[in-house]
């Protein structure tokens, strides 16, 4: 979901960059996408079932802490983003 890109000239402390098929940012606390330089949650969109997790089994309510409806998904990881989109 996040990592290299072919051609991607990234440096030190970098993963990466999200794929083709998803959105990745950084959130607060407060759920909102926070600048490039701002520690904070990462949180991945996807398609929940074809390209990230459907549900928890038999657990809707853990489902609910980390998936949200519109395929967001809260990843419980922290990091920030810079400016070219590395995380």
């Known amino acids: 979901i996040i990592g290299d890109r072919p051609g991607d000239k990234r440096g030190w402390p970098t993963i990466g960059r999200a794929g083709v098929c998803y959105e990745a940012e950084i959130r607060d606390d407060h759920n909102r996408p926070l600048p ?3 520690i904070g949650e990462i949180c991945i969109k996807g398609v929940p079932g074809k390209t990230i997790f459907k549900e928890y089994f038999l657990n809707p309510k853990a489902t609910a802490k980390v998936l949200e409806a519109d395929g967001w998904l809260h990843t419980g990881d922290t990091g920030y983003r ?3 989109g590395f995380f």
């Open 82 to 84: 810079d400016e070219e």
């Open 36 to 38: 490039a330089g701002e």
